[in-house]
């Protein structure tokens, strides 16, 4: 089996320190990868290394103030269930969909802090200060998002947070504004603008050949257990460049070109549910030219009043409800809204056609929140909706709402399902039960 090789974010726009990776107590620390070179470089329908005639895809859609159970989890188990509120809406998509109610990350609290583990299953500690590791979509896109431009796009409504994180902790901020994400995706920059960043990644190359070469120097001076960190680190280099190699192709490329025009960003920061539906447009856009194969669009706990009738109250609050009805019936409004967009996403991928079928097909798409009750901060029986991609969809797989089970089997599902040789993903314990 093969083992990933870590990996830390690189951010062209700053200068690499040609011996930084050189000076801990170890010589093989992690190198970057691409994922931050989003900014410079955008998609075209081609791959750089070929066609694909089926890419797996997968879009996470997270939720930072979770969905009323009562109003999201079905009555009955398997394919059978009888929809609640909230997946009435959805119920022509059933066979194509899997809940899975009674789940949580094994050890994960402390509320809204668990925001940052909703993709990575780690626990941050009563005081946040743990260190993260590496979530999922980041996870898929270090191993299988080198056929795009982008190997992952990082979206949000609002805010400054994201649930994705590089290898080594860091959190990768989000574009939020839909403007600026059509433009990156397609608008062409200049010629003179495409060459400049062409020269940018040939400098990034070099610089690494040079680190290359400072560490193998001092080969010869070390003992075996440093000689083996060294092989591991000259395979992260050459694996590096060659990603590097293919991003100066893709930086002299035109970008597509889509019969779309370029969205005006809401004036309303709180307009959740219209952010979000052009959020899902592009996405979908992004799909379709295959920009990108990784997708994760996070919905912020935002406090203001959401732009749906019969809401007078702001989202936040609204979430507090410390179940007083007229909280509980303004929010079922809002999150009736929020789960009925994310079912209008799927209809769209269904309804387009790729090389094997339709876009939902090959597309894993799903929605979830690290809260399960936000009225009293709860990070247990997280709600899960998934859909699409290449699995036998198994209806309502309702595990024990009281001896939760872990989330983290569904992740590492998904890594083996887009075929990464894996046995874990965080605190898993297995593949998830009734769902291949």
């Keep these: 089996m093969t083992h990933p090789t870590r990996t830390t974010l690189f951010n062209f726009r700053k200068r690499l320190r040609r011996r930084t990776v050189l000076r801990g107590s170890g010589v093989a620390m992690s190198l970057p990868w691409l994922s931050a070179m989003q900014s410079a470089f955008a998609s075209e329908n081609e791959n750089v290394t070929g066609p694909n005639p089926a890419p797996q895809r997968m879009v996470a859609v997270t939720v930072g103030l979770g969905l009323v159970a009562d109003n999201w989890m079905p009555e009955g188990t398997g394919k059978q269930y009888t929809p609640s509120r909230y997946l009435r809406s959805l119920d022509d998509l059933r066979d194509r969909m899997t809940i899975a109610s009674g789940v949580s990350h094994p050890g994960v609290g402390g509320g809204h802090r668990a925001e940052a583990s909703i993709l990575t299953a780690t626990p941050m500690g009563s005081a946040g200060r743990a260190v993260n590791t590496i979530s999922l979509d980041q996870m898929l896109a270090k191993h299988r998002g080198d056929a795009t431009r982008y190997p992952s796009l990082v979206l949000a409504t609002g805010g400054t947070n994201s649930p994705c994180y590089t290898e080594s902790g860091a959190m990768i901020p989000p574009i939020t504004s839909a403007s600026r994400l059509f433009a990156e995706l397609f608008v062409d920059d200049s010629a003179a603008e495409r060459h400049k960043q062409a020269a940018r990644v040939r400098q990034g190359r070099s610089i690494m050949d040079v680190v290359a070469e400072d560490a193998k120097s001092l080969q010869r001076t070390l003992g075996r257990g440093d000689r083996d960190r060294l092989d591991a680190y000259f395979s992260s280099v050459r694996g590096l460049e060659m990603r590097m190699q293919q991003s100066e192709q893709w930086a002299r490329k035109p970008k597509p070109k889509v019969d779309a025009d370029r969205p005006v960003d809401s004036r309303n920061p709180n307009d959740l549910i219209g952010r979000f539906r052009t959020m899902c447009e592009l996405i979908h856009l992004a799909l379709q030219t295959d920009s990108t194969r990784f997708v994760t669009l996070h919905l912020p706990a935002g406090g ?33 809204a929020l789960v009925g967009q994310w079912g209008e996403f799927l209809r769209t991928l269904a309804n387009s056609d790729d090389a094997r079928g339709s876009l939902l097909d090959d597309t894993t798409s799903f929605l979830t929140s690290n809260l399960g009750n936000a009225s009293n901060h709860s990070n247990r029986n997280m709600p899960m909706l998934i859909a699409g991609g290449r699995f036998q969809h198994a209806g309502h797989l309702a595990f024990s709402q009281n001896e939760n089970y872990p989330l983290p089997n569904f992740y590492l599902t998904l890594l083996q399902k887009f075929g990464l040789e894996v046995d874990h993903f965080a605190t898993s314990t297995g593949t998830m039960d009734g769902l291949t």
């Design 304 to 336: 203001g009043v959401i732009p749906i009738e019969g809401v007078e109250e702001g989202y936040h609050s609204l979430s507090h409800h410390g179940l007083d009805d007229t909280k509980l019936d303004q929010l079922a409004l809002v999150e009736e």
